[in-house]
């Protein structure tokens, strides 16, 4: 099956958030453990989350949707 303009579109910007965990992987080891705390936090309270996308598209695999 050819992806789509817009799979390759989404799939781009996975590729960006990729990019932008391992920035803030690389940073990890200058920051003090408060501003680690702060930030696990932050991203954790993020909505949409990583996990619950993921979870819709695994449910929507499921579902049978092409």
């Known amino acids: 099956m050819p992806a ?3 799979l390759i579109r989404l799939m781009n910007y ?3 958030i990729a990019t932008t965990l391992r920035r803030i992987s690389a ?3 200058a ?3 408060d501003e680690c705390a702060k930030l ?3 991203i954790q309270k993020s909505e949409p989350s990583y ?3 993921v979870h819709q598209l695994e449910q929507s695999g ?3 949707k092409e």
Do not use: F, L, R
Request: net charge negative; no cysteine.
């Open 51 to 53: 996990e619950s996308v």
């Open 27 to 29: 940073s990890i080891p």
């Open 40 to 42: 696990a936090e932050y």
């Open 62 to 64: 499921k579902a049978g």
């Open 31 to 33: 920051m003090t453990k």
């Open 14 to 16: 996975i590729d960006d």
């Open 4 to 6: 789509t303009g817009e």
